[in-house]
């Protein structure tokens, strides 16, 4: 950023604003207490490898996210569309352990900074679908958009590099090891942020932020 009257500001980046919740250094589990955020959201269900209605979130999602982006850069502060995150949750938490995807809950999110209002992201989905709706492309993920507010408070969280199918025995240590002798317990969905793109980044490579919300036991 340059200083001075003509200096402009850099574009707001959510990994740089709340660096200990997107860039964290630590391999193993520590705790933080994570700040209200909002963020765009699609819920749905399956397994996210091969379920058309995940491939469909996501896409709407970015379309409405970057909507959101152009509009703020217009009106004079631009940003960076923030990376993919989940929520993930199911009735039997043993569907996780036992990699059984199809029966996987999801909520898939974006983070929008405070100083854009309910009102622009509506907006943005109605100019999102209109874009849409010009180009004849079906997007029936963005009648499902709306708008969540996580406070998740007192969380344990650590930097996951590999595969998303390794992050097992992190999560074993977790639930065996690091809660019990903390005196905590899981509370609320479990949270993963998306670092890296799987599509051009090597799996033992992917970088996923690993987060959940706990409580004393």
Known sequence: MVDGPDAVAAPYD???EL???YAPKNRDWETLTVPPQRFLAVDGHGDPNT???YTEAVE???AVAYTVKFASKRNGRDL???PL???WYADDASVFSARDKDAWNWTMLISQPDWVSDAQIGEAIVAARAKAAAKKKAMPALDLVRIEGLDEGLCVQVLHVGSY???APALARLHGEVLPAAGLRERGRHHEVYLGDPRRVAP???KTVVRQPVSPA
């Open 204 to 206: 033992e490579k992917l």
């Open 19 to 21: 660096r200990a919740l």
């Open 80 to 82: 960076v569309v923030g």
């Open 165 to 167: 199918d390794d992050e």
């Open 51 to 53: 379920s058309p209605a």
């Open 14 to 16: 959510v990994k740089r």
């Open 85 to 87: 995150e989940g929520l």
């Open 60 to 62: 709407a999602l970015y």
